[in-house]
């Protein structure tokens, strides 16, 4: 739980924008629980990424806006459905 209050409280936080070499992958892993608790219980969520896919990005903004991507697909779903990350 303190990991999730943890990421919760890094959303909330604006920082300086750190590009570095990141690996996809390691990013989506690191948000899958909070995307599953994000959904309601009428929604199924299927993540899918290629191992070893790397990028030069800051690994905060792209979680952020994956986050802010899937709540928005939740919200457009009221009665429940699929959302997939591929």
Excluded: C, W, Y
Aim: proline share 2%.
């Amino acid at each position: 739980m303190s990991q999730l209050t943890a990421q919760l409280m890094a959303f909330a936080h604006t920082s300086q924008s750190s590009m570095q070499v990141v690996s996809l992958d390691k990013i989506v892993s690191g948000i899958e629980q909070i995307l599953r608790r994000s959904a309601d219980s009428s929604m199924q969520l299927s993540i899918t990424v290629q191992d070893k896919l790397r990028v030069k990005a800051d690994p905060s903004q792209i979680e952020q806006a994956l986050v802010h991507l899937a709540i928005n697909a939740f919200e457009a779903m009221p009665r429940g459905g699929q959302l997939a990350i591929t």
